[in-house]
């Protein structure tokens, strides 16, 4: 492991112009590649091995977000060239189709039998709007209005149905992916329109992309205050007792349980008393049953917003705001991730339903610029600094060796922790530009359980809540978005 020499009250500045990486000129993106290269696309598909198009649903939506929204201005263009990359990237034949993709990327938050049965109901249409955009490519000029007018008919009537589905809070990634999908063939037709329909209606095509942008953003706003309620409501507690019989009066004594249940993964934890009492107290595990609750929640949100992210974008389709910061509602501004510790993570008796309230570290909601480490078989120590200040100290501080972690100006993007019945056993510390401390501390290779934190893009760790005497022995981690713009984002092609 190398041990940075950066002093811990060092101020690392982030980058000018955004948290993320900011691409090298020579790299191109990937929607301006394929439009480069888009007569290749017309009888293989063989460009998409050159341009590594996304495995996974969100690195898909982070193409679009750098290409077919940054950087990609279709004027100039010729007509119908824009929507051929489009479908070959929305259906491409050598990969996963962008709509099955979803289906895997739904793990804690929503139903997913639901959104699989939504996505098989809606194939029909989308076989539909897929066909009329080849239609529309492959027309002359005077033919293509008319096809544009069905395209936009398909694009709102999806629209309708899935954000007044009964199903809505479930069907949000699908309502994401729709939202790019439409609003490129809007911004097609204010960009070719005196084209393909021998008038020029700019000022309405420009005022229907402007609401529909706004449309999409006040629904995903409010979709999204309804799955909140809904996400919290599927994880129920139940706290109980009930007397158990004994030979030796009073002849009974109380046995407590709690239970947390999560209703989407279908997974629960089970507390019960090891000790007798014939005391009621029926709440006796409602402390650490509503933490567990806590955690699994914020686990969720913070999948949900990285599903969200994409629509932090949705301005930059209007011609010349293309590479604008993106600009996420107040409510997605930030994510919490835990708490976690062993006795919320593993616990299951009364010997582990001890919660606590550690005060914040940071107030200014400045990015993290280092972390100090000391660790062996455990975690020995932490200590994070900001930018401007630094937290408190947790642990021992001669445990261990010390690693002091510099940030290199990056957000801290994502940390992944382990504990075990001593505490936590090891950290590992991840950049936004993807770059890690390394999994530190565990050299007795204990057996552990391990959680993430973080891991959503635009967003930067900026305060934790910690407490221990000679490790750490409960952690929680604050989030927030830091403003971004596509070109800031980097893709490998």
């Known amino acids: 492991m190398k041990v940075s020499s950066t002093k811990g009250n060092e101020d690392v500045q982030l980058p000018s112009k955004g948290p993320l990486d900011k691409e090298e000129p020579n790299q191109p993106k990937l929607l301006l590649y394929l439009l480069e290269n888009a007569h290749k696309l017309e009888n293989n598909q063989t460009i998409f ?32 060239k824009f929507i051929s990359v489009l479908i070959s990237f929305f259906w491409p034949s050598s990969a996963v189709n962008i709509w099955d993709l979803v289906k895997d990327q739904v793990e804690y938050m929503i139903d997913q039998k639901i959104l699989a049965a939504e996505v098989n109901q809606m194939q029909n249409s989308l076989d539909g709007l897929r066909r009329t955009m080849q239609q529309y490519v492959e027309a002359k000029n005077n033919e293509k209005g008319a096809l544009m007018g069905a395209i936009v008919a398909s694009c709102n009537d999806l629209h309708s149905r899935l954000v007044h589905s009964n199903n809505a809070v479930h069907l949000i990634p699908l309502t994401v992916t729709l939202s790019y999908m439409h609003l490129a063939n809007l911004k097609e037709r204010l960009m070719h329109g005196k084209e393909i329909y021998d008038e020029d209606n700019t000022v309405v095509w420009k005022k229907d992309l402007k609401e529909e942008i706004e449309t999409y953003q006040k629904d995903f ?13 599927s994880i129920t507690v139940t706290l109980d007792e009930y007397k158990s019989p004994t030979t030796i009066p009073p002849f009974f004594f109380y046995v407590f349980t709690g239970d947390v249940y999560d ?8 507390f019960y008393t090891m000790q007798s009492t014939v005391v009621s107290n029926p709440t006796y595990f409602k ?23 994409p629509t932090f974008f949705l301005d930059n389709f209007m011609p010349g705001s293309e590479d604008i910061p993106s600009k996420p509602h107040t409510s997605m501004q930030k994510a919490s991730f835990g708490p976690f510790s062993y006795n919320i993570l593993e616990g299951n008796s009364d010997r582990s339903r001890t919660v606590y309230y550690p005060s914040s570290d940071n107030s200014n909601e400045n990015p993290v610029t280092q972390v100090n480490v000391r660790e062996w078989n455990l975690i020995d120590g932490l200590r994070f600094f900001y930018k401007g200040t630094w937290g408190r100290f947790v642990g021992n501080p001669n445990g261990g060796l010390l690693h002091e972690i510099d940030t290199k100006g990056k957000l801290v993007h ?5 504990f075990n019945n001593g505490g936590m056993v090891d950290i590992e510390i991840i950049r936004s530009d993807g770059t890690s401390s390394g999994r530190l501390g565990n050299r007795g290779g204990w057996s552990v359980t391990r959680v993430e934190a973080g891991d959503i893009d635009t967003y930067g760790l900026y305060n934790v809540k910690m407490t221990g005497n000679n490790g750490v022995t409960q952690i929680e981690f604050f989030y927030r978005h830091f403003t971004c713009r596509p070109s800031e984002i980097k893709l490998n092609i």
């Open 49 to 80: 091995r050159t341009a590594k198009l996304g495995e996974t649903w969100n690195d898909r939506m982070k193409e679009l977000v750098t290409g077919l929204v940054g950087l990609i201005n279709v004027e100039g263009i010729p007509v119908g």
């Open 221 to 233: 706003e409010e979709l999204y205050g309804k799955w909140q309620k809904w996400r919290s409501d």
């Open 263 to 270: 209703k989407v993964t279908g997974k629960n934890r089970n």
């Open 287 to 309: 402390e650490i049953c509503d933490t567990v609750k806590t955690m699994l929640w914020n686990r969720a949100n913070g999948a949900m917003l990285q599903t969200l992210v």
């Open 414 to 418: 994502n940390i992944k922790i382990s």
